[in-house]
């Protein structure tokens, strides 16, 4: 299992390009399922989780064709073909989707286009049970019959005229944003109109709603969290470029304040930012933002006092949960008390003891309420991984702290943080990968 050794302290400093988003690029690599052409898919980062999708996919029959990588170190474009529909297997099994549960995004487009699928139930994680039973509800409101058996989603349209689902008005009883990108793929083939309320706004969603329209379907967004959608009978093929990672740009930006340093992400949107940038001008942070489609850019700039400020996650347009663990690293050296309350997720605290290893002040007063009190000084210790989220919250500990830091199980990083070493070598920070 590799490590990741880092020498601290040290000062961020130096521009870096965000990689595309992992959490953009999941579904849209599942939305290839719904046409016979090609789909072409541009700024896919190359992690883990990606890796794990693309094997998913072939085992459903889709052709999968890499571009070679740009001059700048872009990776290049994906070129995906669900052609083999009436042959390939429509089972997304239990060893791929356990240990990547956005598996589960395969089961609104194949029975969508197929008619029938069997998916493994996710399962939970580290930070959470994280059922699916929004998803599950949805595809049923849209006339599926659904099973669970011997740990297999087992869902149908074959009993409904022309083995289409059926368009149907749904809302989510909790915002979950595989859960609307599994309805809206589903949806987009139905026979007739969905409308889709309570759905999740963040970001990611409203990129698969890019792509499927770029394909051809008709979804319409009130921004408000309900999606209204044409059904049609076929979708095309496109070529799309998912939008860049916001959560691995506000993971550096974290790091940037914590080390009072000077970090421009380029290639990124500041907008999809908007709640952290807000939390680190609080705390003192000067911030500079230039805006674009794609190609903004953030710097962050920060020297003297961390101010103190308490945290509340949400769904977007709240302060994301994905970026809680890096913003509690940064609570550590703030000058204060700062809680820290987590609504999404109800055990994403896992950072906690390893945090308090290095020497954080964190107590958890009651489930998903943390108290950091700060500023504590740091030491570099040998820590252990949970969760992706989890992990990069070490690594900028690691960073703030005296002495040598050797991460372990870093293979959670590597789901979701694309070259991360080299990032952050180019940013002037001493760390080495030790392979075992
Ligand atoms: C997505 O997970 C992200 N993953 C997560 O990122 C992210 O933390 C999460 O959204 C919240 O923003 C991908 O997009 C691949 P949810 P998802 O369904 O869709 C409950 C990362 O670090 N819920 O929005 O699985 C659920 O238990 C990962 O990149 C139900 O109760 O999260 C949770 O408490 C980690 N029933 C809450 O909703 C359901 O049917 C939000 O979950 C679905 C969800």
Redesign the pocket.
Known sequence: MDKLRIHGPCRLSGTLRASGA??AS??ALAACLLTGDEVVLRHVPRVR?IVTMSKLLGHLGVERDEDPSGADGEPGALRLRANGHGSAPDEAPYDLVKT???G??TLGPLLARRGHAKVSL?GG?A???????????GLEAMGAEVDIDHGYIHASSTHLPDRRLQGARFR??????????NLLMAAVLARGTSVLENC?Q?P?VGDLATLLRSMGAHIDDDGHGTLTVEGRRSLHGAEHRVIPDR?EAGTYLVGAVMTRGDVTVVGTRPADLAPLLEKLAEIGAEITTEDGKHNGSIRVRHDGDIGARDLVTA??PGF???LQAQYMALMTQASGAATISET???NRFQHVPELGRMGADIRIVRANYAQVHGPSRLSGATVMAT???ASACLVLAGLAADGETVIDRIYHLD??YEKMESKLQRLGVRVERLSS
């Open positions: 992992k959490n999941l579904p989780d990547m549960r956005a589960v995004l996710p994680c930070i959470g049970v994280r059922p699916v039973d929004q998803h599950l509800a989510f009883a909790t915002r979950t944003v595989t859960g609307t990108e999740a963040e990611e959560i769904p977007h994301p949960t994905d999404v997720f109800e969760d992706l989220r789901r979701g």
